[in-house]
């Protein structure tokens, strides 16, 4: 079906990937965000907003992606809960820094949990909307929504020190 | 005379089955896997079902026990109460998660039972915490903070799931993922902002 889908023939495939273990795991790219709001833009509440926004965006744009990962790590599949760990990490090195910087010492604390709750958000509409998340998800009432969310998450002002 | 007594042969076969096919996948794990869980033939398992389908169908209809929809607003919601209502959803998850695991999965190959339970567990978690925050905000705001817990829930103990695997129930129960879990919600529902002030 994949050699079909691509116009080769099942043997041209099978020099390019010997197995089907191996063609999926070179599928497991880390994102490339591209450019961010914040790489030309002071830290604040809207612009990190914009930020968390985007790089969920990229996620929403590989529905089909994440639907795949989402069944492997379901069953435990080793490379793909390895991934997610990886795409924590990645996720983290663009939201991390700049919630620190506006939120001090919450910061960190903050960034996991935005990680944690577009995740739930992911899977909950893939396993909502099957084929068709993609679609739902880019609605802009639907985007409304998840961007309430995120505002939720992100306190309004730099914490007292206690 | 077929057993279908509580406890009895017909309950441990779906008890089995369900922990197989959550663990390995429904199409992976033969009716034989299944029989040999329970100590029995696959021809005595076929005495109680007819095909490995017709055992899903079973599962589906096994009653889930307690969870948070049990627990009712008394006043104004505290940081407590959201505790109280975190930890009855992840005992309930962790009692049920091979159940759980099931059903995503299941979900995930388009199976539509599975769906239906899902939506109808989901609105239920989803009611509860909005009766709840309706004690404190106006609708649309404790609407949207009853999703927002509800999705942070759901990627909070999926992850654990995936990586944990059988383990879950150990590393639910820990500590310092509770403590993280609380920390964390109570920030969504603005509870850490009450306290900075």
Redesign the interface.
């Known amino acids: 079906m994949v050699a079909k889908e691509v116009g080769l023939s099942d043997p041209a495939v099978y020099y390019y990937f010997p197995t089907k273990q191996m063609l999926y795991t070179a599928l497991l790219q880390q994102p490339d965000y591209g450019k961010l709001p914040l790489d030309d833009q002071q830290v604040s509440r809207p612009a990190i907003i914009d930020q968390v926004m985007q790089l969920f965006g990229w996620w929403t744009e590989r529905a089909e992606f994440g639907q795949m990962l989402l069944r492997e790590q379901l069953a435990n599949d080793d490379a793909s809960v390895a991934f997610m760990s990886e795409s924590e990490e990645v996720w983290s090195a663009n939201v991390t820094a700049p919630l620190c910087a506006f939120l001090g010492v919450k910061g960190e604390m903050t960034a996991g949990l935005l990680f944690e709750l577009l995740a739930g958000v992911y899977w909950d509409a893939i396993l909502s909307f099957g084929a068709a998340t993609r679609e739902s998800v880019s609605q802009p009432y639907y985007q409304q929504r998840v961007r309430g969310m995120v505002e939720l998450a992100i306190p309004k002002e730099r914490p007292a020190r206690p | 005379m077929r057993d279908r007594r509580p406890g009895g042969t017909r309950d441990r076969i779906l008890e089995a089955a369900r922990d197989l096919f959550g663990r390995d ?1 429904f199409d992976s794990t033969t009716v034989k896997q299944v029989a040999a869980r329970v100590g029995l033939t696959d021809a005595a398992l076929y005495h109680h079902f007819k095909s490995k389908h017709e055992i899903l169908e079973a599962i589906w209809e096994l009653p889930m026990g307690g969870g948070p929809a049990q627990i009712r607003p008394e006043g104004k919601l505290t940081a407590a109460r959201l505790r109280e209502i975190i930890d009855s959803a992840l005992e309930f998850t962790i009692r049920n998660v091979d159940y759980t ?1 099931l059903i ?2 299941e ?2 190959d ?1 199976d539509e039972t599975a ?1 239906a339970l ?2 109808q567990n ?1 609105s239920v978690v989803h009611f509860t915490l909005y009766e709840h925050f309706l004690t404190a905000y106006p609708p649309a705001v404790s609407e ?2 009853a ?2 817990t ?7 103990t ?2 654990l ?3 944990h ?1 059988d383990e879950f129930g150990a590393a639910a129960s820990h500590e310092q993922f509770r403590e ?1 879990l609380h ?2 919600v109570e ?2 529902a ?1 509870f ?2 009450a306290v ?2």
Do not use: H, P, W
């Open positions: 996948g695991r995503l999965r979900i995930l388009g769906l899902r939506r989901r949207l903070r999703e927002a509800l999705m942070l829930f759901v990627g909070s999926l992850k799931l995936m990586e695997g993280t920390a964390r920030q969504l603005g850490a902002d900075a002030v």
